[in-house]
């Protein structure tokens, strides 16, 4: 299961060797593998800080800034990469983004429990229902 949680990171490791190979845009493609590298991390932590906290709006807070600044990160290397080198490495940078981000968003749901299964309930005191 731990691979599949970090398939999406595989994804963009493993496309360097045909970017280089085939002559595509390679600024683009390290600007945007080092943009999902740094702020995969970074979400990882987050969730891990996360996950430790008793309070629940802390922890609900930690989670969407971490979401939101993955988001604006992300978009802002692909502006850079635009800028930085040209057209093609901009639309480089957007579909390594866009592949690692849904074969992230797959692998999550696919990786995690089911969040909408019941809990078991405790033999404690009967619930009238």
Known sequence: ??????????????????????G???????????????????????????????DPKFRAGLQVASMMGRVWLVALAVILARYA???????????????AFTVYFVMSFLTRGNPLQSRPRSQGRPTAS
Do not use: N
């Open 1 to 22: 299961m731990v691979t599949l949680r970090y398939l999406d990171v595989c994804l963009v490791l493993a496309t360097a060797p045909f970017v280089l190979v085939g």
């Open 24 to 54: 595509m845009p390679t600024l683009g493609y390290l600007i945007g593998a080092a943009a999902w590298l740094l702020t995969r991390a970074g979400t990882a932590f987050a969730q891990e800080r996360a996950s430790r906290l008793d």
């Open 85 to 99: 080198g040209g057209k093609d490495d901009g639309i480089m940078a957007a579909a390594l983004v866009l592949a």
